[in-house]
């Protein structure tokens, strides 16, 4: 155990958020410094319990208490090698996840939770700063070949540990860069692209091989991939966003989140001089309330827009655990993401009726009425339609499920209910040697799961293409968080 008093003793920190002016200049994370001293203090807090509920709420099983008592009694390295083993990437979720162990910390039943984040990301980014992440070659080699088609955090952790395991692995991207969304959905703001580099060198040095500009389906085909290599993961994530067809939906000024997140990530990147789509001066409305939304908010305030308003349909979510969400289930909570203290206004309870033009074929308003729920559906409040300036509409509703183009046609894999590509228990398709990881069987999700997806996925495909597997497969493909 820890320090055995330190959840008396010590209350929860975490880091600040660097003043909202000083951030809004640039696209640096947003976090400020908070000494490894603060850190051990913070992890000393634990209190090492018989069931360990943390494990139970991360889809990575991570041992949370072991490396809390290592970082509280300052041996940090092994406290890395710990985290190591059961996350390929403590980075990525680290700054990225929201934590479900957290609200699954038996401490936050009566008190506030371990500050169990701020340790990973602390752990980690340690031992980076002391050379303790080295490349992890493999001794033998297999001779088979395996393709990974999609770079995102599944595709990568199948990589990584299929590479590790003595394959010969190859990751195919269509995008002109590695990373899926971490590289062109998720902000700077939220994690720096250095930390995905520095990964995406490591998997290098181990043999993993990298082609980007490879739209697979199309520049390579399913039999072409079928004939080169041995296995397959299908990676390609749930590409397919979700629309919102009303009047004046092709409006210029109406775009998709994802059409305006990648520019504006590229500009961060220094790949380009300015976003086509630029928020300044302009009245900015995102429409839906989640993490894509979020950072369309954080962006549109650093491109230096006039307002920002985010619409959300369903109502305000409660401050604390409403009593459906009990402990120890991730609650649905009103949360202020960065990009909220940064400024603007969130709308509840609301649905757009229209995009309303200028006559020219831009977008200058967005009409919108108030909604209750009666009956379990959404109704209308009579007399509420009202009208908000916008001059850019960003629709970050969430996406369907995976693009059903010539990949998953001709390779032939079948679908589940859902429209996600189906798979058995070990991460097989119905198309022998054809495998599925991430939201694309699992449909949208998180990054935490799309790295137990890819571990767990390449278990299986070791073991069809070996006959037995020592690698950990941490979740079931029917896994569900606690929710
Ligand atoms: C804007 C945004 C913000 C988010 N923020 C968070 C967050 O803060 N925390 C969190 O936990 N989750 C977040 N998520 C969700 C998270 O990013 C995803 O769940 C996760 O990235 C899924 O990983 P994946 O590897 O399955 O797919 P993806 O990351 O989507 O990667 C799939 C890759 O496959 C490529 N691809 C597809 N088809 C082909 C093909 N035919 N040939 C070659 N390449 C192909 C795509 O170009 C893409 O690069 C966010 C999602 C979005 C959209």
């Not at 490396?67 to 710990?82: G, H, K, M």
């Not at 580099?197 to 085909?221: C, S, Y």
């Not at 985010?310 to 909570?333: C, D, F, G, V």
Request: glycine share 10%.
């Amino acid at each position: 155990m820890a320090d055995p008093k330190g959840f008396l003793t010590t209350k929860r920190e975490n880091a600040q958020h660097r003043p909202v002016f000083l951030r809004l200049k640039d696209w640096r994370e947003v976090y400020d410094e908070f000494g490894n001293e603060r850190v051990q203090k913070q992890a000393g807090r634990c209190m090492d319990c018989g069931i360990p509920f943390c494990h139970q709420g991360c889809p990575l099983g991570n041992l949370v208490p072991e490396w809390n008592t290592l970082v509280w009694r300052d041996d940090w390295r092994r406290a890395a090698e710990r985290l190591h083993a059961t996350n390929n990437f403590p980075e990525f979720t680290g700054t990225l996840c929201p934590a479900p162990c957290e609200s699954a910390c038996v401490l936050g039943i009566n008190d506030d939770p371990v500050s169990i984040k701020r340790v990973e990301i602390s752990i980690v980014d340690r031992a980076w700063d002391e050379g303790w992440i080295a490349p992890q070659v493999p001794t033998t080699k297999t001779g088979k070949k395996v393709a990974v088609v999609g770079s995102g955090p599944a595709g990568l952790a199948a990589a990584q540990q299929l590479t590790r395991a003595g394959h010969d692995v190859v990751v195919f991207e269509r995008a002109d860069a590695i990373g899926g969304l971490l590289r062109y959905g998720i902000p700077e703001f939220k994690m720096e692209k250095s930390r995905l580099d520095r990964r995406l060198d490591q998997m290098r040095a181990e043999g993993t091989e990298f082609r980007t500009r490879v739209n697979v389906g199309e520049d390579i085909t399913a039999a072409q991939l079928r004939e080169e290599f041995d296995a397959v993961v299908l990676a390609g994530g749930a590409t397919a966003w979700r629309d919102l067809p009303i009047p004046g939906r092709d409006l210029k000024g109406v775009y998709q989140a994802m059409e305006y997140l990648p520019p504006a990530n590229k500009v961060a990147a220094g790949q380009l001089d300015r976003s086509p789509i630029h928020a300044e001066g302009k009245h900015v409305v995102v429409i839906g309330g989640g993490d894509t939304g979020a950072d369309c908010v954080g962006t549109a305030h650093r491109q230096g827009a006039a307002s920002v308003t985010q619409l959300e349909i369903m109502p305000k979510p409660p401050e604390s655990r409403a009593e459906a969400h009990p402990w120890p289930t991730y609650p649905l909570l009103y949360r202020v993401t960065s990009a909220h203290e940064e400024g603007g206004e969130r709308v509840y309870s609301v649905s757009t009726t229209e995009f309303v033009g200028d006559g020219d074929g831009n977008l200058r308003a967005l009409r919108l009425a108030e909604v209750a729920v009666v009956d379990g559906r959404f109704t209308t409040v009579e007399g509420s339609e009202r009208e908000i300036p916008a001059d850019i509409v960003t629709l970050a509703m969430g996406f369907v499920g995976p693009e059903k183009g010539a990949l998953l046609s001709d390779l032939g894999v079948d679908l589940d209910e859902r429209g996600n590509v189906a798979r058995g228990r070990d991460f097989q398709t119905s198309v022998e040697g054809v495998f599925t990881a991430g939201d694309m069987g699992r449909g949208q999700s998180l990054i935490v799961w799309a790295i137990a997806e890819g571990r767990s996925a390449a278990a299986g495909v070791d073991a069809y293409l070996t006959q037995r597997t020592f690698l950990p497969r941490p979740i079931e493909p029917t896994d569900r968080p606690l929710v």
